[in-house]
């Protein structure tokens, strides 16, 4: 029987750690005694056919074991690929978000309707009585040119200033 | 008994899957083995198995061993087989019980029980508990050393060295 580790140990010298040099001395015999009746009853020995049988087990536990690293790398391979793709995937949606142009970031306090709307005159109400009353004036104007009004005109000219300084006045009073 | 370098060797080819390592690994260690479980349950067909079941887990665990005492992780997956081993053996003898209690029927234990066929040493280390004499056969087959085999238990090295005394006296004992 090879002893590699056990020689390198004293057991009196272990045992002394704990015990007298004495309780040392006797637990040391005690050991060499006890191994002394181990080896003088050596236990049987297995069977070749049971070291045969379990060498052949041993080749069988093997090949699973290699199904099984083969089937392990096979998902690992699919798992990678799985990962692959949906990055891939992810990079491309967002490299088509940073080529798209930048939308207007409008303040809230304006509605975007407002803002974007060409009919200025139907978002405001002011705006639409000042275009009522500017349209009144242009036609007035117009017959004005047309001498329409012939037999007064400097009082329409008259009435024409007062109402663009009334028009001006409630304007700027909103 | 192989030498250190050709036992590194031969675990390196096992953690590659060579079958021949694994092989050589079997005559190395199961005359060995055999011994530690034949004397831990004194029944040759029981030994048997136990021995095909270490190394078969030894193939599913050999990637999990990172150096040190190959003797200490060997023996250390020994000493869990048997303790299943054991607590099988328990469960098996609780439905006996069971069995006995439902059939009410005076079974009676084989007649040709474990002593029968055990030699002289075995019916002596029979007497044992089944802890002390774990503890004797892994430090005989095994060849850990004591501060091996503390660590194995978790246990402190002085606890370790008063229960193998106490185990060695009692097989004196026994033989006187």
């Known amino acids: 029987m090879n002893k590699r580790s056990q020689n390198d140990e004293d057991v009196k010298a272990l045992f002394e750690q704990f015990v007298n040099r004495e309780q040392a001395e ?65 990079s491309v949606k967002l490299l088509e978000k940073q080529s798209q142009p930048q939308e207007t970031v409008y303040a809230s306090i304006i509605p975007r309707a407002i803002w974007e709307s060409e009919d200025i005159a139907s978002d405001d109400v002011n705006l639409a ?4 009353e500017i349209e009144q004036i242009k036609d007035e104007i117009l017959a004005l040119q047309l001498g329409d009004d012939g037999e007064n005109g400097s009082g329409i000219v008259e009435e024409l200033e007062m109402e663009f300084i009334e028009i001006s006045s409630d304007f700027w009073k909103g | 008994m192989a030498k250190s370098e050709d036992l590194t060797r031969i675990i390196t080819g096992c953690k590659k899957g060579n079958a021949e390592c694994f092989s050589q690994l079997v005559d190395i260690y199961s005359r060995r083995c055999y011994g530690y479980f034949y004397r831990l349950t004194g029944r040759r067909e029981i030994s048997d198995d136990l021995l095909s079941e270490l190394f078969v887990k030894l193939v599913q665990k050999i990637g999990s ?112």
């Open chain 1, 129 to 132: 009585t000042l275009t009522a």
């Open chain 1, 26 to 90: 006797q637990a040391a015999e005690d050991f060499r005694e006890a191994e002394q009746i181990l080896r003088s009853y050596p236990a049987p020995e297995p069977d070749d056919e049971v070291t045969a049988g379990i060498k052949s087990q041993i080749a069988w536990a093997l090949l699973d074991r290699k199904e099984n690293v083969f089937k392990r790398k096979a998902l690992k391979a699919v798992a990678v690929a799985a990962a692959f793709i949906v990055i891939g995937a992810l």
């Open chain 2, 65 to 176: 061993y990172k150096g040190g005492s190959f003797e200490s992780w060997l023996f250390r997956i020994a000493s869990n087989i048997f303790h299943d081993y054991l607590r099988s053996k328990q469960r098996y003898k609780k439905l006996l019980e069971v069995q006995k209690k439902q059939l009410e029927s005076e079974v009676t234990e084989p007649k040709h029980s474990e002593d029968d066929r055990a030699d002289k040493l075995q019916k002596e280390l029979n007497k044992l508990d089944a802890d002390t004499r774990e503890l004797i056969m892994l430090r005989f087959y095994s060849q850990l050393s004591f501060k091996e085999i503390a660590e194995m238990r978790s246990e402190p090295i002085g606890t370790t060295l008063s229960k193998l005394h106490r185990a060695v006296k009692r097989l004196r004992e026994l033989r006187e």
